[in-house]
């Protein structure tokens, strides 16, 4: 991303060190995918052992956090589309 004048602080934060739109939305994936991961799955799946070994979090402190910084991502996104800081993918 190309800091310009016009650069909000709270986009500069969020997308600082990414360089394209690829990157922001491989960011903002991997954000949604591990927003799901932190849904405290094995309180709803009590009598399953499986599940509670592969999802570990038992509570809902994770997901608070991961949702609104995973909307962060994409309001920070949607700023630097529509005010042209994307720097051009040279590969």
Same mark, same amino acid.
């Given at each position: 991303?190309? $800091? ?7 986009? %500069? ?8 739109? $690829? ?29 509670? $070994?592969? %999802? ?6 994770? %997901? ?6 995973? %909307? ?9 589309? $529509? ?9």
């Amino acid at each position: 991303m190309q $800091k310009t004048d016009k650069t909000p602080l709270w986009v %500069f934060l969020a997308l600082s060190s990414i360089e394209t739109r $690829k990157g922001a939305l491989l960011l903002i994936w991997s954000s949604i995918v591990f927003t799901v991961y932190c849904v405290p799955w094995p309180l709803y799946f009590d009598g399953n052992g499986w599940v509670a $070994k592969l %999802f570990l979090i038992d509570d809902w402190e994770w %997901f608070a956090m991961m949702l609104p910084m995973t %909307f962060w991502y994409w309001l920070s996104m949607r700023w630097v589309d $529509k005010n042209g800081g994307w720097r051009l993918a040279s590969a």
